[in-house]
């Protein structure tokens, strides 16, 4: 097999009833085709910040946060489903993530959203820096493998560190 093939998982009618709701959701927002989301990093002393932009009519799942932290909504709306039922989200805002958040969205209107974290150890490389803020992505119904996991990470990104140094593309 070679690198460009995607390696797609067939679960079972016994594995999609076991799997859990946002497990079963994130499969089916995974059979859609797939929708660029531009990453922007920004790396200061102590703080990571990472500028998401998602198109309207998107339908997304976030990655599971392990830490507390703010982000804005700097435009756009969306409708994001909680435990605790839906939440609207209208720019400009502010909020914070718990520990343990995943989140499933339904973008309505073109949306730029930021989130900061601490960055104790001032991790400039952004795989690293999300090693250490969410948790490693595990779905039964997808594979590991296949290429519309994590999808974030093949996402076009800018990694800024400085304004003395020119955004550089990464991959």
């Known amino acids: 097999m070679n690198a460009s093939e995607t390696i797609f998982k067939q679960p079972n009618t016994e594995q999609i009833a076991a799997a859990s709701l946002m497990d079963r959701v994130e499969y089916s927002i995974a059979q859609l085709p797939p929708v660029e989301v531009p990453l922007v990093h920004v790396f200061t ?30 435009q756009g709306s969306l409708d994001v489903i909680t435990p ?14 718990p520990p343990g958040t995943k989140r499933v969205a339904y973008i309505i209107d073109d949306v ?4 900061f974290h601490a960055n104790p150890a001032d991790i400039t ?3 690293e820096i999300v090693g250490e803020i969410c948790v490693p992505f595990s779905n039964p119904l997808l594979s590991v493998d296949d290429d ?3 999808i974030w990470r093949k996402s076009p990104s800018i990694k800024l560190i400085s304004e003395t140094q020119q955004p550089r593309q990464i991959q």
């Open 148 to 150: 519309r996991v994590e």
């Open 45 to 74: 002393p102590g703080i990571y910040s990472r500028q998401m932009s998602v198109p309207a009519g998107t339908l997304i799942t976030s990655m599971e946060h392990k830490t507390e932290h703010p982000f804005v909504l700097l």
């Open 125 to 127: 490389d952004p795989d």
């Open 84 to 97: 605790n039922g839906p939440i609207h989200y209208e720019a400009p805002c502010m909020g914070v993530t």
């Open 112 to 115: 730029v959203w930021i989130t």
